[in-house]
């Protein structure tokens, strides 16, 4: 088992940055693919990113592809997801998740075990 916790989270003007956290602990970190999500009032979860466990592959939700960046630390056990260029379509609270052995490929909110509690993200326009 691994347990989550995000950080990072804020509010922000439009165009601005931030860099979101999160942090395990329990089982190994490095046999788990980790994902961002995030989840707007009134909207289904969605996927943003997603990192192998080796943090050498990476994928994107079209809608923030070329704007945030998803890396992983796994001597630190960390994981983290670098937002440029917000706008007030990324508001929302963002989780991360991990997914035991998995390869950094999953899209869907039904293929990650463990969630952390949320951070808030708040873009003004």
């Known amino acids: 088992q691994v347990q989550l916790v995000e950080s990072g989270g804020g509010l922000v003007q439009a165009g601005g940055s931030l860099r979101l956290s999160c942090a395990a602990s329990?089982?190994?970190?490095?046999?788990?693919?980790m994902g961002w999500f995030r989840q707007a009032p009134g909207k289904e979860r969605e996927f943003v990113a997603a990192?192998?466990?080796?943090?050498?592959?990476?994928n994107y939700a079209d809608s923030v592809k070329g704007r945030f960046t998803i890396s992983r630390d796994n001597a630190k056990n960390t994981m983290s997801l670098q937002m440029n260029s917000l706008n007030p379509e990324d508001t929302a609270v963002y989780y991360c998740?991990?997914?035991?052995?998995?390869?950094?490929?999953?899209?869907?909110?039904?293929?990650?075990?463990?969630w952390g509690q949320g951070t808030q993200v708040t873009v003004s326009s």
């Open positions: 990192i192998g466990r080796g943090g050498s592959y990476t």
């Open positions: 998740a991990a997914e035991s052995y998995g390869f950094g490929t999953s899209r869907e909110v039904m293929n990650y075990d463990y």
């Open positions: 329990g089982r190994t970190f490095s046999t788990y693919a």
